[in-house]
């Protein structure tokens, strides 16, 4: 659960460490914000392509050889990154590393609700606490870098961090759970992926639902989390530094809110926790959309 924990704080910071010094970056390499946009949605693609294609890479290659990969991958870009190539070779990297932290998301995840048998929801809001934790510290230290002038230092800082928790996975034993960590046989895998009952018509409505659901809410958390300090500056005139500081407050209220999810939605039901959740997240967002 802590080395999921710590993974998870990892990504978070991953997500929006491009967001975090975005205007430097565009400003070193003389672009625009559609440029930016470009390559926010590279990052994106290899997210989204990282996720969906997650359980088909832990079929051949086990929980921990998936795990590998995605730290590995991460590293590879946010080491590219570090170095500041030109623009091609960035938007060469956003994929590589969004694909590495959508993999980590995925595999953590379904490793907890393997494991977890009760309060499921309880260990899910731990580990999305830890994002949130990541995604908070990320702003603070990137704008602590912007005032320094060494806002180029936040990608070393992430791909030596990804590298750590690279050969924690690799070294750390977990006991008896090494042998559910260890390399699978393809065949066997592929026999037990197919031995799994698939969901009945009832669920496959509800199933179909939630995808959608996190369509819009992982493209609106990657839209608010990675423009809102260049929407701050343009909008206020803010300077960089205290613009990067707006995606810590947002990061400390959603962290704050994963703190009550789990209970909550054990103690609501999921159901109604999704819709009290789901519709009033859009009006406050459309609330504040009308402010000064």
């Known amino acids: 659960m802590w080395?999921?924990?710590?993974?998870?704080?990892?990504?978070?910071m991953a997500h929006v460490v491009m967001g975090s010094v975005l205007e430097e970056l565009l400003q070193h390499f003389h672009r625009d914000y559609s440029d930016g946009g470009r390559l926010i949605f590279a990052q994106f693609l290899g997210f989204l392509i990282g996720v969906l294609t997650a359980p088909w890479w832990s079929r051949?290659?086990?929980?921990?050889?998936i795990l590998l990969l995605a730290f590995g991958t991460l590293t590879v870009g946010?080491?590219?990154?570090?170095?500041?190539?030109?623009?091609?070779?960035?938007?060469?990297?956003?994929?590589?590393?969004?694909?590495?932290?959508?993999?980590?998301?995925?595999a953590i995840a379904a490793l907890i609700m393997e494991y977890f048998?009760?309060?499921?929801?309880?260990?899910?809001s731990r580990l999305e606490v830890f994002f949130g934790i990541g995604a908070l510290v990320m702003p603070i230290a990137g704008s602590l870098l912007i005032t320094a002038g060494a806002w180029r230092?936040?990608?070393?800082?992430?791909?030596?961090?990804?590298?750590?928790?690279?050969?924690?996975w690799l070294f750390t034993s977990f006991g008896s759970m090494d042998s559910a960590l260890a390399l699978q046989d393809p065949e066997q895998a592929e026999t037990a992926a197919g031995?799994?009952?698939?969901?009945?018509?009832?669920?496959?409505?509800?199933?179909?639902?939630?995808?959608?659901?996190?369509?819009?809410?992982?493209?609106?958390?990657?839209?608010?989390?990675?423009?809102?300090?260049?929407?701050?500056?343009?909008?206020?005139?803010?300077?960089?530094?205290?613009?990067?500081?707006?995606?810590?407050f947002f990061w400390l209220t959603m962290m704050t809110g994963r703190l009550f999810a789990g209970t909550?939605?054990?103690?609501?039901?999921?159901?109604?926790?999704?819709?009290?959740?789901?519709?009033?997240?859009?009006?406050?967002?459309?609330?504040?959309?009308?402010?000064?």
């Open 3 to 12: 080395i999921g924990c710590f993974s998870y704080l990892l990504i978070g």
């Open 60 to 65: 051949r290659l086990g929980r921990r050889g």
């Open 78 to 106: 946010e080491a590219i990154y570090s170095l500041l190539p030109s623009w091609n070779w960035m938007m060469t990297a956003a994929p590589v590393a969004g694909f590495g932290f959508g993999m980590v998301e995925a």
């Open 117 to 124: 048998q009760r309060n499921k929801a309880v260990a899910m």
């Open 153 to 168: 230092m936040s990608f070393p800082l992430l791909a030596a961090l990804s590298l750590a928790m690279f050969l924690l």
């Open 195 to 248: 031995s799994r009952k698939s969901p009945g018509a009832g669920g496959k409505p509800v199933l179909l639902f939630m995808i959608l659901f996190f369509v819009l809410y992982v493209g609106i958390e990657m839209s608010i989390v990675n423009f809102l300090p260049s929407v701050l500056i343009e909008r206020t005139g803010t300077t960089s530094a205290l613009g990067t500081l707006g995606v810590t």
């Open 264 to 292: 909550l939605a054990e103690r609501w039901g999921y159901a109604k926790y999704l819709l009290l959740n789901g519709f009033g997240a859009p009006l406050l967002a459309v609330s504040a959309s009308d402010l000064p």
